[in-house]
């Protein structure tokens, strides 16, 4: 120890232990003098191989240095009394000093088998230099097998002094990443529980670049996600048993192979423009892309970014979604199976703002099928298209067979995009109406698995809805086949208005009829369905004259495997105010009936009935 005019120690020796490590600091001289202090011949045992360093504080300015061959991270963890498993291997070489608030040096740090929770095998090397103003650094890093991250600045320029925080918001240069990382290896990271699917495997790529020109610029960032080989497998919840006795089948998890995805984000330094861009492939080509481009004031939102949405109500955006015409069996696997084979594309833009946007779609299905269809089912050709403007909604729907159209639909609805942007309660309306011109049912009956034929022609419209809805529909049936019974013609009429319910439904044989009509009330206004309205009567009508009872097989297949008879009706049903009083009045008569009951076992023929009631 020597005093005077200045304080120095020579020869200094520090032991600090905890548990079985242990390491010994080594000071070969501290001098302190007037408001300098410098330390020189620093040396750490017993971590590794030895670290040395050597430094020196004055008002004028700061230098240290620092070497490390070879610390053991496991020692210096225990050391500091962490809990963490933290193994692997630690070299640096470090020489930097400052002068005011500017900085010159460098630093070198090696970090190799890096094994940390399920982490193993990691490798990390960071470089940085300094002269200045200017800034060059690399960082690359190999997560073991679980892939590698790379970042480099070939030179940075900073605004000014590398101490000063306002050096760094002003400066230029280039920012470069690429990366690549296996996601089965990474996805063994996570424990159990905390895992987002239960399996996956492939690769993700990541490419970006960060740069700004000039201090005055907003910075540039190029940033790409790709897939390779993607496969996910998703969890499974696990849910209580069924009960004693009985057993509950596990779900089967859903699946993804052979789709893989890219996803871009751009921000252009010159424009302050937002781009954002995906797509979506399989092995058979490109199933979606989309794009879309603002201006979005990014500094405002990084600042208040509970403000967002207020921020970019009024912003122009440009996006476009696009399906290319693809086969339906060529879908990934993940979509399952489709009940309807053919080919559809489809295109939509958005324009404008969130307050007032301007939305277009447009869909086209090609030769549109259901996937059991029988050979004599002729496909349909489907059109599609909407368009909004942020106040008032267009949708049109067309389908065509053998070159005729068939169908035709086309709605409108009223509803206003600022109002839903701004929160406020939304009142909309709408309108829609239904054309057929000799649609073939059979068509609907490959959908619904039903055996159904024969044509329709009519409309059905509905108007007014959430508002004072209506409905009214006139459909005149043409050859109607259910099962193997055919109705030459038929006609269904409803109109329900201001409350009142009017239908009626005719179908005629070739020697017989029936016709089942119905008068009442029904509530509808603003809700979005009708319901009945039992505050007032309701009044049924049935009639029929030699009426085949066959009709009605379609709708008891698996009750009995055999109906057949003639049925003459005259009846009436009228329900009183409040739906709990009603009397019936007339008679139904059955003839040459047959009746069989699979569960029965026995085949009743010529049967015979007569109700009256009165």
Not at 171 to 192: F, I, R, S
Request: aromatic share 2%; net charge neutral; hydrophobic share 45%.
């Amino acid at each position: 120890l020597e005093t005077g005019t200045e304080l120095a120690v020579s020869d200094a020796l520090v032991r600090v232990e905890r548990e079985d490590v242990a390491t010994t600091a080594t000071i070969r001289r501290v001098r302190v003098a007037g408001r300098a202090v410098e330390v020189t011949g620093l040396t750490l045992h017993d971590l590794g191989k030895p670290v040395v360093a050597a430094a020196r504080i004055a008002p004028a300015g700061v230098t240290f240095s620092a070497q490390a061959p070879d610390v053991e991270m496991a020692r210096v963890v225990k050391l500091l009394g962490r809990d963490e498993d933290v193994r692997g291997h630690l070299a640096f070489d470090v020489d930097a000093a400052t002068r005011g608030t500017g900085v010159t040096g460098h630093v070198d740090v090696r970090v190799r088998d890096l094994a940390m929770q399920h982490l193993e095998g990691a490798n990390v090397h960071v470089w940085t230099a300094m002269e200045r103003n200017h800034l060059r650094a690399e960082v690359a890093a190999t997560l073991g097998e679980a892939g590698r991250i790379d970042l480099s600045t070939p030179e940075v320029a900073l605004g000014g002094p590398a101490l000063l925080a306002s050096s760094w918001r002003t400066a230029t240069g280039t920012l470069m990443l690429d990366g690549v990382l296996d996601l089965e290896k990474a996805l063994g990271w996570l424990p159990p529980d905390g895992r987002p699917v239960a399996a996956a495997s492939g690769t993700v790529r990541l490419r970006g670049r960060a740069s700004r020109s000039s201090p005055a610029a907003d910075p540039g960032v190029e940033l790409e996600a790709s897939t390779s080989g993607l496969a996910l497998t998703g969890k499974v919840a696990v849910s209580s048993p069924a009960g004693v006795g009985t057993t509950t089948p596990a779900p089967l998890p859903w699946r993804t192979t052979g789709l893989d995805g890219t996803l871009a984000l751009r921000l252009l330094e010159r424009s302050g423009e937002t781009q954002v861009s995906a797509s979506l492939h399989g092995r058979s080509g490109v199933l979606a892309t989309m794009a879309a481009r603002a201006r979005l004031p990014l500094s405002a939102i990084a600042k208040s970014p509970e403000q967002a949405l207020a921020l970019v109500k009024d912003t122009p955006l440009l996006a476009k979604l696009e399906v290319p015409r693809r086969s339906l069996d060529r879908l990934p696997a993940v979509l399952g199976k489709v009940p309807v084979k053919g080919e559809v594309e489809v295109l939509a833009r958005l324009g404008g703002t969130l307050r007032a946007p301007r939305l277009s779609l447009t869909a086209r299905g090609t030769k549109l099928l259901a996937r059991d269809a029988a050979a004599c089912v002729m496909p349909l050709e489907i059109g599609a298209g909407v368009a909004y403007d942020g106040e008032n909604a267009r949708a049109r729907l067309t389908a065509s067979s053998q070159g005729r159209e068939v169908l035709s639909a086309g709605a409108t609805a009223k509803v206003s995009a600022a109002r839903v942007v701004a929160g406020e309660d939304v009142a909309w309306e709408a309108s829609g109406k239904l054309t057929l011109a000799s649609f073939p049912l059979d068509t609907v009956g490959a959908f619904l698995r039903q055996p159904i034929g024969g044509t329709a022609s009519g409309a059905v419209a509905v108007v007014d809805l959430h508002r004072a809805a209506a409905l009214s529909a006139n459909l005149d049936l043409h050859q109607l086949e259910l099962d193997q019974t055919v109705f030459p013609s038929g006609e269904v009429h409803v109109e329900l208005k201001d409350g009142a319910l009017a239908a009626r439904v005719r179908l005629d044989q070739s020697d017989g009829h029936a016709e089942v009509s119905a008068r009442g009330a029904m509530s509808w206004g603003a809700a979005l369905r009708p319901s009945a309205d039992l505050a007032k009567p309701l009044d049924i009508e049935v009639r029929a004259k030699s009426f085949r009872a066959n009709a009605a097989m379609p709708f008891v297949t698996g009750i009995v495997s055999e109906l057949d008879g003639r049925i003459d009706a005259d009846a009436k049903v009228h329900v009183e105010r409040g739906g709990k009083i009603g009397e019936m009045t007339g008679a139904m008569e059955i003839r040459d009936g047959v009746l069989e009951i699979p569960q029965i076992g026995e085949r009743f023929h010529q049967l015979r009935g007569r109700i009256v009631m009165r």
